[in-house]
Every structure is written in C-alpha cells, then in structure tokens.
C-alpha cells in the first residue's frame, strides 16, 4: 500500500502528475503531443498498438492518447483489449483521429474510449480533455483505495487482502514463482483489553501494524489487517525460507517494542504467535490451501507456547 493517506492524496488530487502513454504510428504526431504534455505529465511513447499492449500490461499508464488508424494493430482493436484485460481495464483512453463521420465515432465509443480528439489537434482542447479525464481517473483511484484500507491501522484491509491474493496467486502460477503467507495473531490480545482498556488496545493494534508495514519493504508485498487483532503479508515470488526469516524479525521487533502487557506471560509485554506458508500456484491447488496451511501453522505456534514462529 501507498505511504501517503488518502486524506492527503485528496488534497493532491488536482495537481498530481499522470503518466500519459502516446500511440501513434507517425513521430511527427508523438512530438506534437509531446510539445503539449511535457511540461505537466510524465510522458511515455509508443509506435504501434502491440508496443502499447506489452507497455500497459508492464507499466500501466495513467491515460492513453491512441491514434486509431496504424499498421498491423490498429487503435480500435488496440482498445477492445486494454478493456478486455482485467488488468488494463481501468486506463482511460483518448483517441487522436482524424476520422469524423458519425460511425467512425460510434466506433471509437464501441472499442471503449472516453473521448477523442479529432486531427489536427487544438492543442488547447486536448490540454482540457486530457486534464479532466486525469482527474475523474486519479479520484476514482482515490475512491478505490480509500474503500481498501483499515481504517485504524491504515493497512490494507481484508477485502484487499483477498483481491490482492487471487491475483498474485494467478500471476506466480503463470510464472512458476513461489507465494508466501505471514499469518500472526497478537498474544492474549483480549486479555490486554480486558486490564488496559480499549484505547490502549486499539493504539497497540496501530504499533504492530507500523511494525509490520516497516518490514514489508518491497512493493509487490503487501501488508494487511486480517482480522480483529490478527494480521497478514502476502510475499509474491518468496519462498519458504525468505518468508520464515522476515517472521521471525517480525515477531522480535514486535516484543522489542516492549508494550506492556501485565495479563501475558511472556516477560510481560505485547507479543505475537506467527504462521507461515508457501506454495508454488499451480492447477492442482487453491489459494485458500495457502491460508489453510499458514493457519495451521499460527495453531501450532500457540500450542507451542505462543511469542513464536512455526512454518511449514
């Protein structure tokens, strides 16, 4: 998940830069669009609609200007599959055409635009169009991530938790790549609340889910609140053993925080139980055998004496 708050993302909303991806067959036409958009956006460049396909698939964009007659590709099929494409399907895209007979809009609305832009381009029409589709684009991005994040502890929340993990379970079955789970759960957690209160309990949750969130430091993982006081790390193309080494200095640098917990124990401070699995996603297995696995391994973490990581 993003550092920033949704709260300051809303006040950046209107100024924020976007990442344009501009297709066209023609480099007169790229350098045009360029000369428009240089000075605002960072911009990205693309020859032919395959180009643009692999570029959106990699890197997605938050816009794209698309010339609509191209060799090979061409823009309205280019269209038809960014929209097809779970992954592309939220990209806005503008055609630049210089086609104008009304079934040559209607096909340009039927491929999945939100707009175009007839040629020769007036450069302040494009300006305007392309900086209001940006906004729509970075509110509903806003919106979208403001409905995915736990509200107490900032982290992702388990809807997206679970969007989050079919989809890397998806892509490290069509890479081959392992994927590992972190499941822990805060020690007699009731137990605190019951002799510290509520307050207290809730700015604990806030400390562990800090803790957690500066451990995960690559951007593929991802660190979620689970539950009550259980939480979760997804860890994309990690292992068993890369996995169970970032537990482990979990589970040390959440007792080194040393939150007082007079009802545990275990030395008397905040701990967690932690358990961890991994599997290579293949058509033999399921997602929820991951979490079955990492759930099991938490159980046998606290009948083991809790303040532990077991996996397996």
Same mark, same amino acid.
């Given at each position: ?15 924020? +830069? ?12 790229? +350098? ?10 960072? !911009? ?27 060799p090979? $590709? ?11 494409? %779970? ?17 040559? %809009? ?15 381009v ?11 589709? !940006?906004?729509?684009k ?16 900032? #982290? ?11 989809? %890397?379970? +998806? ?11 972190? $499941? ?41 609140r689970?539950?009550? %006081? ?15 080494? $970032? ?11 040393r ?9 008397? &401070? #905040?701990? &967690? ?27 046998l973490?606290?009948?083991?004496g ?7």
């Open positions: 998940m993003n550092d920033s708050s949704p709260e300051q993302d809303q006040l950046n909303v209107g100024n924020q +830069r976007g990442r344009i991806l501009i297709v066209d067959d023609q480099p007169l036409m790229i +350098r045009v669009i360029h000369q428009i958009f240089a000075d605002e956006h960072e !911009l990205y460049m693309a020859t032919s609609g395959e180009q643009a396909l692999v570029f959106c698939q990699n890197n997605p964009p938050d816009l794209v200007l698309l010339d609509v007659m191209m090979g $590709l061409d823009g309205l099929e280019t269209c038809r599959r960014l929209k097809q494409d %779970e992954r592309t399907s939220a990209i806005p895209v503008i055609f630049v055409t210089g086609q104008t007979t009304e079934e040559e %809009e209607n096909a340009c609305w039927d491929a999945g635009c939100v707009d175009f832009v007839s040629k020769p007036n450069s302040r029409t494009l300006l305007k169009r392309v900086r209001s589709h !940006l906004t729509l970075f509110q509903s991005d806003l919106l979208r991530r403001m409905a995915m994040v736990d509200g107490l502890t900032k #982290l992702a929340n388990r809807r997206y938790f679970d969007q989050y993990l079919q989809q %890397e379970w +998806r892509r490290c079955r069509r890479t081959g790549k392992p994927l590992s789970l972190i $499941l822990l759960d805060i020690d007699f957690f009731k137990k605190f609340n019951d002799s510290l209160g509520h307050q207290q309990g809730d700015d604990s949750l806030r400390s562990v889910a800090g803790t957690i969130a500066a451990s995960t430091q690559r951007p593929a993982d991802l660190a979620a689970y539950g009550g %006081e259980e939480f979760a790390v997804i860890l994309p193309e990690t292992d068993l053993v890369g996995a169970s080494n $970032l537990a482990e200095s979990i589970e040390k640098s959440i007792r080194e925080l939150i007082e917990h007079p009802s545990s124990p275990i030395d008397g &401070v #905040l701990s &967690v139980s932690i358990g961890v699995s991994s599997l290579v996603p293949d058509d033999t297995h399921q997602s929820d055998q991951l979490i079955e696995s990492a759930d099991r391994n938490l159980c973490a606290k009948e083991r809790r303040a532990q990581v077991c996996a397996g």
